[in-house]
């Protein structure tokens, strides 16, 4: 298959070079390179377009976006009837999450994946981080999570949340899941990775019993931190250490780990977690919608990787780095400090990301086919020197046109491949299954 006409953003050496030209896609790999001088009567003139060639018509091609801290299960949570205080972030969690949470079953699982990934990849969204939480649903939850995401050519790295919040029957098959799944139903498109929920809702017996499969299996862990004040102030109540103490203690803190929201952090913490090498994912909305406080971003050391999610407030990571970029700027950074945040968060991602997926793609030649088309023509020049203004106030402002993953056309000029009919009527069929239940719950 072949992209026309688009600017290519290739990777080299921590920059992006954008060069004009067609791309050639053989065997899932870019194979060739056509650069050809930017000629406005040819590029925005009607030219053929078969089924194998998208015509970029003079947008840009960046590597797909990647959401490094999802919900799945929490897609079909749309106008629900909520009983109960919503005022801090423990009502929260208690009204809404761990009500719905509970409630899942299968095929409820299956729909909120689907429309997860439907809207993925509307995003440009091709590989993703899901911390999953279905707790009287938990044995083969990970197992439909991956089904749907290889039905729908998007790849992922999948986790069960573990936690001692519903006793410890229930504490017990979360950990059973992460593991049955680690070791039987990972391969090269599905990785996983240890899920936890958060220092505050997991005993000292659970985060033994994580730390013990993790170590034997040098696997990363992925876990909520320090999002609110309670999960500091509950585990130092009950456990005498802040949380990450405790993950340290038990030796969860390595390179492969993630930990979303890190808000509520000491110098100390900071310290603690640049020696271990695990990353920070941001996730503004949410911090925002819940109202648990920001990170003062100037104090996070660049020593730690940063990286952008959306903590199942949408699908739309690209979104979220526009909102950090912005909150650095209202905490008073410098617009060159704000900008190095956003390239700092770029390029972290892929170091990242590598981790899991060593093939992850730099548009480079023979590199993966991976790559995704945005709705953005660049109305400047545009080169190494200025990509990035393009980027936090062109490309980060627009949708996604087209996406490509391993070769093969997930969306062509904003129409998903797939036939969606199908998937439309199972999330709304199990959407209002899961409201009337919701609803009747008390
Ligand atoms: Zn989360």
Same mark, same amino acid.
């Given at each position: 298959?072949?992209?026309?006409n688009?600017w290519?953003?290739?990777?080299?050496?921590?920059?992006?070079?954008?060069?004009?030209?067609?791309?050639?896609?053989s065997?899932?790999?870019i194979?060739?390179?056509?650069?050809?001088?930017f000629?406005?009567?040819?590029?925005?003139?009607?030219?053929?377009?078969?089924k194998? *060639?998208?015509?970029?018509?003079?947008?840009?091609?960046?590597?797909?976006?990647?959401?490094?801290?999802?919900?799945?299960?929490?897609?079909?949570?749309?106008?629900?009837?909520?009983?109960?205080?919503?005022?801090?972030?423990?009502?929260?969690?208690?009204?809404?999450?761990?009500?719905?949470?509970i409630?899942?079953?299968?095929?409820?699982?299956?729909?909120?994946?689907?429309?997860?990934?439907?809207?993925?990849?509307?995003?440009?969204?091709?590989?993703i981080?899901d911390?999953?939480?279905?707790?009287? /649903?938990?044995?083969?939850?990970?197992?439909?999570?991956?089904?749907?995401?290889?039905?729908?050519?998007?790849?992922g790295?999948?986790?069960?949340?573990? *936690?001692?919040?519903?006793g410890k029957?229930?504490?017990?098959?979360?950990?059973?899941?992460?593991?049955?799944?680690?070791q039987?139903y990972?391969?090269?498109?599905?990785?996983?990775?240890?899920?936890?929920?958060?220092?505050?809702?997991?005993?000292?017996?659970?985060?033994?019993?994580?730390?013990a499969?993790?170590?034997?299996?040098?696997?990363?862990?992925?876990?909520?931190?320090?999002?609110d004040?309670?999960?500091r102030?509950?585990?130092?109540?009950?456990?005498?250490?802040l949380?990450?103490?405790?993950?340290?203690h038990f030796?969860?803190?390595?390179?492969?780990? =993630?930990?979303?929201?890190?808000?509520?952090?000491?110098?100390?913490?900071?310290?603690?977690i640049?020696?271990?090498? /695990?990353?920070?994912v941001?996730?503004?909305?949410?911090?925002?919608?819940?109202?648990?406080?920001?990170?003062?971003f100037?104090?996070?050391?660049?020593?730690?990787?940063?990286?952008?999610?959306?903590?199942?407030?949408?699908?739309?990571?690209a979104?979220?780095?526009?909102?950090?970029f912005?909150?650095?700027?209202?905490?008073?950074? /410098?617009?060159?400090?704000?900008?190095?945040?956003?390239?700092?968060?770029?390029?972290?991602?892929?170091?990242f990301?590598?981790?899991?997926?060593?093939?992850?793609?730099s548009?480079?030649?023979?590199?993966?086919?991976?790559?995704?088309?945005?709705?953005? =023509?660049?109305?400047?020049?545009?080169t190494?020197?200025?990509?990035?203004?393009?980027y936090?106030?062109?490309?980060?402002?627009?949708?996604?046109? /087209?996406v490509?993953?391993?070769?093969?056309?997930?969306m062509?000029?904003?129409h998903?491949?797939?036939?969606?009919?199908e998937?439309?009527s199972? =999330?709304?069929?199990?959407?209002?299954?899961?409201?009337?239940k919701?609803?009747?719950?008390?």
């Amino acid at each position: 298959m072949k992209i026309t006409n688009c600017w290519i953003c290739r990777i080299k050496n921590n920059t992006i070079e954008p060069v004009f030209g067609d791309i050639n896609i053989s065997d899932g790999r870019i194979s060739d390179v056509e650069e050809k001088p930017f000629d406005s009567t040819k590029v925005f003139g009607d030219s053929p377009e078969d089924k194998n *060639t998208i015509n970029a018509g003079g947008r840009v091609v960046t590597i797909p976006n990647i959401n490094f801290h999802d919900h799945f299960y929490s897609r079909l949570a749309k106008g629900l009837t909520i009983k109960g205080k919503m005022d801090n972030f423990h009502n929260i969690l208690k009204n809404l999450w761990w009500k719905l949470d509970i409630l899942l079953d299968k095929e409820m699982i299956r729909a909120s994946a689907q429309m997860a990934a439907l809207e993925s990849i509307r995003n440009g969204v091709t590989y993703i981080f899901d911390h999953h939480s279905s707790p009287e /649903s938990a044995s083969g939850s990970l197992k439909i999570i991956s089904d749907v995401l290889n039905e729908m050519g998007l790849r992922g790295v999948l986790c069960f949340e573990t *936690t001692d919040r519903n006793g410890k029957a229930l504490a017990k098959e979360g950990l059973q899941e992460n593991e049955i799944f680690l070791q039987n139903y990972t391969d090269k498109n599905i990785k996983g990775i240890y899920g936890l929920h958060a220092s505050f809702t997991l005993n000292d017996e659970s985060l033994q019993s994580a730390a013990a499969f993790v170590s034997k299996h040098n696997l990363g862990i992925h876990i909520h931190l320090c999002e609110d004040k309670v999960d500091r102030d509950f585990s130092l109540k009950q456990y005498n250490k802040l949380p990450v103490e405790r993950l340290q203690h038990f030796g969860l803190l390595n390179e492969k780990s =993630i930990l979303a929201h890190g808000i509520h952090l000491t110098e100390n913490d900071f310290r603690t977690i640049e020696k271990t090498g /695990s990353a920070f994912v941001y996730n503004p909305d949410s911090n925002l919608n819940n109202a648990v406080g920001l990170p003062d971003f100037s104090h996070v050391p660049d020593s730690i990787p940063k990286l952008a999610g959306t903590d199942g407030m949408n699908s739309n990571p690209a979104r979220s780095l526009k909102q950090l970029f912005l909150l650095c700027r209202h905490e008073g950074m /410098s617009f060159d400090q704000a900008f190095n945040w956003v390239i700092k968060i770029f390029f972290d991602q892929i170091n990242f990301v590598k981790k899991y997926f060593p093939d992850f793609t730099s548009l480079n030649l023979n590199d993966r086919a991976d790559l995704v088309v945005w709705d953005y =023509i660049p109305p400047a020049p545009f080169t190494q020197e200025n990509f990035w203004g393009h980027y936090i106030y062109g490309i980060l402002e627009r949708p996604i046109h /087209s996406v490509v993953q391993n070769g093969k056309i997930l969306m062509k000029n904003f129409h998903i491949s797939l036939d969606e009919t199908e998937y439309n009527s199972n =999330i709304n069929e199990q959407g209002k299954r899961l409201y009337e239940k919701f609803n009747s719950s008390s």
